[in-house]
């Protein structure tokens, strides 16, 4: 036996593997794929219909709107003020219509990943051996690169908003799922039991002590989503998904130094306001369990 | 108001374990709790319980830390399932009931104050106290107007929109006093209720627990490792050690009559003068010549403040309507409120 050569599949074989593979999802795309479209379409409608609002109205009135939005989370006279002052430079910088976009497509992709991930999290949480079972899928969706599920969604959806914002939602769903799970894991067990002695049902604990007591870490694990998806935007960019990624990736293609970094720049002050506006948001709801007497 | 239903507990076993069944048989022929653990790695919580508690009345279950309290208390309104036995409110078997009719056991026949609160943190004292009535289907302004009654009725009158954080233990455990009586139940289930708790606002719910008692006559079950609280409150004294029930009866006749050396050497310490009656220490029958009387009924510590008021050294003990049942010396007043040298 040759030690050194490691014994592997012969070439022949491992083509007509890859060939066999290929084929058959080819053909499962070709079967399958106008149904699932029709299926993502009002997730689409509803992403163009945002996007158009964005960019068409006024962009006072928009900025207005977005900075309000951020008041009412944060509650912060300074949060506010940081992000109105971010929204104009953007503008300023000729950078407003991309920085709309790129908030629309993370503002679908976060409520998707709220509407799937929320509910997974609470089945993880009420069933050791569903947590046994996600819990590695989660694994797989945060170490696979990025651009391997990018192929085979492509095939499915083409180029498009659609394949975008389902990479950015696998991308970023797992901290969603985790911190919902955990959250409700972490309930004081003495509440809980006090909620079963009075009679609660499951679906009465859930509704008045499982999901608020879990709120504050179901929170984080929103932020850590938006984040995600903000960080997924330049990849999202290559499959189509039009924004603040774009002009990232032809800097990078063209070397276009100024143009990356302003950009890139861009993408971070809305991370920041995001990031700040949903944190503020989760302290708050925290003010009552933290202990003033002992 | 008809008196509630007692509460029978019969040979009630609980073993912790995956196979806690089969372990009963082991029990029965005596095995001990530590040699069950060590040789089959089941943890003994309850062992054989006989105890009948009383309706409209305190039941004080007593014991160390780890003795079982929790897990007794825990059988009556089936927070934890039993190995064996059985607990009947009435005709019915708490451990028989189904998953439907046990909730609506917890719902409307039971409420439970627990020793670490257990307080909802993201809701106000009002939005704590309807909680009962809430998981019942009623809530709106019929839930408020009777939590706020009792709200008002535990001296929190003014807190209603106070969060539990900004509230002392004391106040906290008020609101979960609220919380129970709110629900109308008839058993009040307390465990190490007020263990948490500073000696004197300890001393104060105990106040307010034997004031409320006084008219609303429910069947109480309280847990205590406090002899002291035992006796004040309890109509009724049950004293477990590893699991299993080593006397039951009234404070006195346990502070009197300790069943074996663990009880006496619990009892050394204890305030005889606050435990025990006056009938219990006269002479019955006889009359004594002096014109100073006593009420039937009234503790050691009352009499012995009446001699040293009055001055007299013999008193007549009396009934209700003034007939005397016999005597008592202020010497044998005090001779039983010192603890006897040995037992
Ligand atoms: N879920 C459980 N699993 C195993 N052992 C338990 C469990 N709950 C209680 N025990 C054991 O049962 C005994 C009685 O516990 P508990 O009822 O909590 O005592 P207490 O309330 O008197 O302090 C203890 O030895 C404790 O370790
Ligand atoms: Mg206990």
């Keep these: ?294 | 108001m008809a008196e509630p239903h007692g509460i029978e507990i019969k040979n009630l076993y609980k073993i912790f374990g995956p196979d806690g069944a089969s372990m009963v048989e082991r029990v029965i022929n005596g095995m001990s709790k530590q040699e069950l653990n060590e040789k089959h790695n089941h943890v003994l919580g309850l062992n054989d319980i006989n105890i009948s508690m009383p309706g409209g009345k305190i039941t004080v279950v007593m014991g160390l830390s780890g003795s079982g309290k929790s897990t007794l208390i825990r059988h009556i309104n089936r927070l934890i399932d039993p190995t064996a036995g059985e607990v009947l409110y009435g005709e019915q078997d708490v451990c028989k009931m189904s998953t439907s009719e046990l909730r609506e056991f917890r719902r409307h026949r039971t409420a439970m104050v627990f020793q670490k609160f257990a307080l909802l943190p993201h809701r106000t004292v009002m939005q704590n106290t309807v909680y009962g009535l809430e998981i019942q289907g009623i809530s709106g302004k019929k839930a408020e107007a009777k939590a706020a009654q009792w709200i008002s009725r535990v001296g929190l009158d003014g807190f209603e929109d106070n969060y539990p954080n900004q509230l002392s233990g004391g106040m906290q455990q008020r609101v979960g006093l609220a919380r129970a009586l709110t629900n109308d139940a008839d058993i009040l289930l307390m465990d190490e209720a007020f263990s948490a708790l500073d000696p004197l606002i300890r001393m104060d719910m105990q106040t307010v627990l034997l004031d409320l008692q006084q008219e609303l006559h429910k069947t109480i079950v309280f847990i205590t490792h406090d002899l002291d609280e035992a006796l004040r409150l309890g109509d009724k004294i049950a004293i477990l050690r590893d699991g299993a029930v080593i006397q039951q009866g009234s404070g006195q006749e346990i502070v009197l009559r300790p069943a074996d050396e663990y009880i006496s050497n619990f009892v050394q310490e204890v305030n005889r003068g606050r435990v025990i009656l006056v009938d219990t220490v006269m002479d019955r029958g006889e009359v004594a010549e002096t014109d100073m009387v006593l009420q039937q009924g009234i503790l050691l510590e009352e009499a012995a403040k009446q001699f040293a008021e009055s001055g007299h050294a013999i008193a007549n003990v009396v009934d209700k309507s003034g007939k005397p049942l016999g005597s008592l010396s202020m010497q044998q007043a005090i001779s039983a409120m010192v603890t006897p040298n040995s037992h």
């Design chain 1, 1 to 294: 036996m040759d030690w050194i050569e490691f014994p592997s599949l012969g070439r022949a074989d491992l083509r007509d593997l890859r060939v066999a593979i290929d084929g058959s999802f080819r053909e499962f795309t070709r079967a399958y794929g106008p149904a699932l479209e029709r299926i993502f379409e009002p997730l689409e409608d509803f992403l163009v219909w945002l996007e158009t609002l964005l960019i068409q109205s006024p962009w006072p009135l928009v900025l207005i709107g977005l900075v309000g939005i951020v008041f009412l989370l944060s509650r912060s006279v300074k949060i506010s003020l940081g992000a109105t002052i971010a929204l104009l430079l953007i503008g300023y910088f000729g950078m407003w219509e991309d920085t709309m976009r790129t908030i629309a497509v993370v503002t679908v992709c976060t409520m998707v990943a709220v509407v799937l991930g929320i509910p997974v999290g609470i089945a993880m949480a009420r069933s050791d051996r569903m947590q046994s079972v996600v819990n590695p899928v989660l694994d797989l969706m945060q170490t696979m690169p990025s651009f391997v599920y990018l192929i085979p969604v492509v095939m499915i959806f083409g180029l498009g908003k659609v394949p975008g914002v389902i990479a950015v939602v696998i991308y970023a769903i797992p901290p969603m799922i985790r911190l919902t799970n955990l959250g409700i894991r972490l309930v004081d067990p003495d509440v809980l039991e006090a909620a079963d002695a009075f009679g609660s049902s499951g679906r009465q604990k859930l509704l008045n002590v499982q999901l608020p007591l879990a709120l504050p870490t179901i929170m984080a694990g929103i932020n850590q989503c938006i984040m995600m998806s903000l960080a997924m935007v330049v990849v999202a960019s290559m499959i189509g998904v039009k924004g603040l990624g774009q002009p990232v990736l032809q800097a990078i293609n063209n070397q276009y130094f100024t143009m990356g970094v302003m950009n890139g720049l861009a993408i971070v002050a809305i991370a920041i306001i995001f990031d700040r506006a949903t944190q503020a948001y989760g302290k708050r709801l925290q003010k009552h369990s933290e202990v003033v007497h002992g």
